[in-house]
């Protein structure tokens, strides 16, 4: 075990370091530079910047610098903020995209595996025929078109949630469901099918035959053996929904860190642009290693040696 | 459960209507994005430099007129020669701490914006200081030899490189304002942040939630009237609809509606356009085969009826001919080629194209944007009715865009230009043969100078008749642009918002602003 998680571990910072170094070899081939400007300034203005934030510098000495701070777990400062480091931005921004991002998993886990698990259950009926509709929707629908429809509906028309901006809960809960919307209907579909699947093997119905039925059935025969592909993509959306969505982010005008996996790029920001992707990558490596031990939990022919 | 969604319903509903109340004494304005940076060494965007203007006073302010007017210093002394001006300072002028503003702290400032280790970008907005620029670009290391001294505490001693009329609108400017050594120096990372910040103008940040609102409060200490408001509150709401939205619900006080958004507000009596210091032009990079001829470019700015674009862009911008704009010294409407298809058709004949035969074809190029878009796409059309010849619109990333005219410009690009100072100076300087923002490849040292003469001139009318010489070989002679528009800003303010005085810079003082709880 021990052996297993320490060699996950070194494969995970290689998989890290290679996302940066592919990061910042693209980045930097990019053309237009963060300090080009509509307004040119004398070129000696442009030296001092070059020379401050070690732009003037070859492109390998600009890597060995930069991995030699990211060793020591520093972001640098932004080139856009100019004021601030990037770890503070992150700090500040994080924590608003993961609670979010949290509420949105838990509306996506709960709704989204309870009308998958109706919908197997009453196969073909008109819950399921419903249920699918709307799963179809979810997926399809982009999620600027379900939150401008949110916001019609229920800041708009029926004027009973804030349209927009972070004062109290009351505001979490447009965007929530928003971010929410695809991941529940990707959720639902997914365990529908695994369960129609699992439905039909034998075991079943020799626990049927024993006597077991109704909810101790579905929940520890059911749904333990139809969870793995659940839990498998359970993994990246966790990371995907706690960095933040730059469009949900932008309409609702929350200030969280999605925002930045566009913004950073537009500005040419390069320490940032670093940082999001760095700590998105690193969320997917340890999310995926956190899925690959629970298979162990959920079927026990999985050894991990 | 139905019983509990009900109660969850009249719970939900129960919280809006509470949230419905009458205005406060607080302004609520959209930023629209977060500002960069409050040191004001380093701000260079709108966003900072609004937040600034409330936060600061320099050595003058701007009165409604845009000219400059005292502020920390009371009266100035300009020698005979034009290169030193002496200014007296208020001995009222307090900072949020209650301690007095001096003439060092403006020392201070200045040698801090052209150190070079600032890294400022808009260290050159004190170029005209004697040493400026050779401390800048590192030529001399001693800061000290900056032309700017404390004689005492209330007496800084400026010397300039060369007389410049303007130099008292130079020190409105954001980046001129004092500065504290003992705060940079004791939080050089933080300085800017609510928890430590000191300002001496009317307002004070107390609250900064990075990208979403800054809350500034009046300063205790202000020298002059004091605020009205009790809270001036900056949001970052970048969404056009979401903006638009929260101006609606009452969330917001003031907005600026997008083009798209316009037409849907213009009849309201909310809704507002003011002049704006700014012009949009396509340039001609002049050394490409197919503009390199002076007649083929004259031809091309004649053919654009500039008259349609209020009609397309439907934000009452001014059709321009011309390129300093209307509501400062310099402009002259009858400066640049009016709408005249015969004669261009013309021209295009004389230099070799009879009805656009034989003609090349140009690229039209522009930094992707829905404005920029609709323009462009209306001059193509233009120059392919009028003109008959093949014209190719392509649209690049802003950054790319840039990179590009920096580097290759295309045959004929879309920019602007928007004043920093209410000056010609500011305008005319944009084509001198070294400036940096001249990306047509043209250099004409008659160009540079009249624009030198200009620049010192004291005599209004005299000057007055550089600056036209100036843009008409700009404009006729070479016609290295054709200017397309005046930009007008596009305003929706709430009916409560009383004294909020527009300029045509886009700034706002908002000290003067009062809300009037009697209005709805």
């Known amino acids: ?305 | 459960m139905r019983r509990l969604s009900l109660l969850l319903l009249i719970f939900l509903m129960s919280g809006c209507i509470a949230k419905n109340r009458a205005p406060k004494d607080e302004l609520r304005y959209d930023l629209e994005t977060e500002p960069p940076s409050l040191d004001w060494s380093i701000a260079t965007d709108n966003a900072s430099i609004m937040v600034l203007t409330n936060l600061n006073e320099g050595l003058t302010r701007y009165d409604k007129n845009l000219n400059a007017i005292p502020a920390i210093a009371q009266s100035w002394d300009i020698s005979s020669d034009g290169k030193k001006y002496t200014f007296h300072l208020r001995r009222g002028a307090k900072w949020s701490d209650g301690k007095p503003v001096t003439a060092h702290d403006f020392v201070y400032s200045w040698q801090r914006l052209v150190n070079p280790a600032t890294a400022a970008e808009y260290a050159y907005f004190l170029y005209l200081v004697k040493n400026a620029q050779a401390i800048n670009s590192g030529a001399i290391k001693d800061l000290s030899q900056l032309g700017a001294r404390a004689l005492d505490d209330y007496t800084l001693e400026v010397e300039l490189e060369h007389p410049a009329v303007f130099f008292p609108i130079v020190v409105t400017f954001v980046v001129t304002h004092p500065q504290r050594r003992d705060l940079v120096e004791k939080f050089p990372d933080s300085w800017t942040e609510p928890e430590h910040i000191i300002t001496n103008g009317p307002f004070v940040p107390t609250y900064w939630h990075h990208e979403y609102k800054l809350v500034a409060e009046p300063n205790p200490y202000y020298w002059d009237a004091k605020p009205k408001i009790k809270k001036l509150i900056f949001y970052m709401v970048n969404e056009t609809t979401t903006e638009l939205t929260l101006y609606d619900t009452g969330d917001f006080d003031m907005v600026r509606p997008t083009p798209a958004a316009i037409p849907t507000y213009r009849k309201s009596p909310e809704y507002l356009d003011w002049p704006y210091l700014g012009n949009y032009y396509v340039g001609f990079n002049i050394e490409k085969p197919a503009v390199k001829d002076p007649r083929v470019r004259r031809a091309l700015s004649m053919a654009v009826d500039r008259s349609r674009i209020p009609e397309i862009l439907k934000g009452g911008q001014i059709p321009a001919t011309s390129f300093i704009p209307p509501g400062m010294s310099g402009h002259n409407p009858d400066i640049g080629y009016k709408f005249d298809p015969e004669k261009a058709r013309a021209l295009l004949a004389e230099a070799g194209y009879p009805g656009g035969k034989n003609f090349p074809g140009i690229t039209l190029a522009f930094n992707t944007l829905d404005q920029n878009q609709l323009v462009c796409e209306y001059v193509q059309a233009q120059w392919q009715k009028n003109l008959g010849i093949p014209v190719y619109l392509r649209n690049m990333e802003w950054k790319v865009f840039l990179k590009e005219l920096e580097q290759q410009p295309p045959d004929v690009f879309r920019l602007g230009w928007i004043a920093d100072y209410p000056d010609p100076n500011n305008f005319a300087e944009v084509f001198l043969s070294v400036s940096g923002n001249n990306h047509t490849r043209w250099k004409s040292r008659e160009y540079d100078a009249l624009v030198a003469r200009a620049a010192v001139e004291t005599d209004p009318k005299k000057r007055q008749e550089l600056y036209d010489q100036a843009q008409r070989l700009l404009l006729e002679q070479d016609c290295v642009i054709v200017p397309l528009y005046f930009y007008v800003q596009n305003w929706l303010v709430k009916p409560y918002v009383k004294g909020l005085q527009f300029n045509a810079l886009q700034l706002f003082y908002f000290k003067d602003v009062w809300i009037d709880r009697e209005a709805r």
Do not use: C
């Not at chain 1, 659940?230 to 730059?246: C, D, Q, R």
């Open chain 1, 1 to 305: 075990m021990a052996r297993f998680l320490l060699s996950r571990v070194i494969y995970g910072l290689i998989v890290v370091w290679a996302v940066a170094t592919i990061t910042f070899m693209l980045m930097h081939s990019v053309p237009g530079g963060p300090f080009d400007t509509e307004k040119k300034f004398p070129p000696e203005i442009l030296a001092n910047i070059k020379a401050k934030y070690h732009l003037d510098q070859p492109l390998w000495r600009q890597y060995q610098f930069y991995m030699s701070d990211l060793a020591r777990l520093k972001f640098g400062p932004s080139f856009k903020y100019r004021n601030r480091q990037v770890e503070d931005i992150l700090l500040t921004t994080f924590p608003v995209s993961m609670y979010l991002g949290f509420w949105a998993l838990v509306i996506a886990i709960s709704m989204g595996l309870s009308a998958g698990t109706i919908s197997a259950l009453r196969h073909n009926r008109a819950f399921d025929r419903m249920s699918m509709f709307l799963a179809t929707l979810g997926i399809s629908l982009p999620s600027f078109v379900i939150a401008t429809l949110l916001i019609y509906v229920f800041a708009h028309r029926l004027k009973i949630l804030p349209p927009a901006l972070l004062e109290d809960w009351r505001h979490y809960l447009l965007p929530a469901f928003s971010l929410a919307a695809a991941p529940t209907a990707y959720l639902a579909r997914l365990s529908r099918s695994s369960l129609l699947e699992t439905v039909s093997r034998p075991f079943v119905h020799a626990a049927q035959a024993r006597g077991i039925y109704g909810a101790r059935l579905i929940v520890r025969h059911l749904l333990k053996n139809s969870l793995s592909p659940v839990v498998t993509v359970l993994g990246p959306l966790v990371a995907m929904l706690i960095t933040g969505s730059f469009v949900i982010e932008k309409i609702y005008s929350i200030p969280g860190m999605g925002r930045y996996f566009i913004t950073a790029v537009t500005n040419r920001d390069y320490p940032l642009i670093m940082a999001v992707t760095i700590v998105y990558a690193a969320l997917i490596v340890v999310m995926n290693l956190l899925v690959d031990l629970s298979y162990a939990l959920l079927d026990p022919r999985v050894r991990i040696k």
